[in-house]
């Protein structure tokens, strides 16, 4: 079972991210609060769990969290501030959102830009060890994939009701066919190596 909390003075938000290495569509970020008491057996990082879990998990979440929230930030904001500011930006927009005010932030990863004056902690791996944090993960995993689901309906020669705008061949091959779109990262390029590739 994770924990239910860092500390025990602060209201506490945990922060995770989604879509960071996509070449397309905005990335998204959730922040979540739990009431101390909170406890589950199941809920953990959203990529130990499968589609059914997750969004199963979801409503949990916005069932029993004190207050949830999640937003984005687009590809063109993206390609302008760069995906790690994107990836922070989606953060600090979320904690806007709650409806209960964050005195202590838990940050999925190793980086953070603060937020505003309150105190954070980052947790490398965080989303399998602190129930907010997996939280938001699930939270903001889902909301992206629907996202994505819808725009594929759109573009659907791309495939992102399958690969949800990650660079898998399939989806580079399709840009390479036929160009990018509004939603595409400019900054990101196709041909990246650095770009984990996807099978």
Known sequence: MLLSRYQDILVEAGCDEAGRGCLAGPVFAAAV???????????????QLSATQRYALRGTVETEALAF???SVSP????RIN?????Y???HR?????AIEAEFILV?????????QVPHCCVVKGDGKYLSIAAASILAKTYRDEYMDNLA???????WNQNKGYPTIQHRNAVMKHGLTQHHRRTFRVTDPQLKLFS
Request: overall charge negative.
């Open 33 to 47: 609060i739990f009431p101390d008491t909170f406890r589950h057996d199941i809920l953990t990082d959203s990529k």
């Open 69 to 71: 929230a999640v937003a």
């Open 76 to 79: 063109q904001e993206i390609d």
């Open 83 to 87: 995906i790690h500011n994107a990836s």
């Open 89 to 91: 930006l989606a953060m």
């Open 94 to 98: 979320a904690l806007d959102m709650l």
């Open 108 to 116: 999925d990863g190793n980086r953070f830009i603060p937020y505003q």
């Open 153 to 159: 309906t759109e573009f659907p020669e791309y495939g």
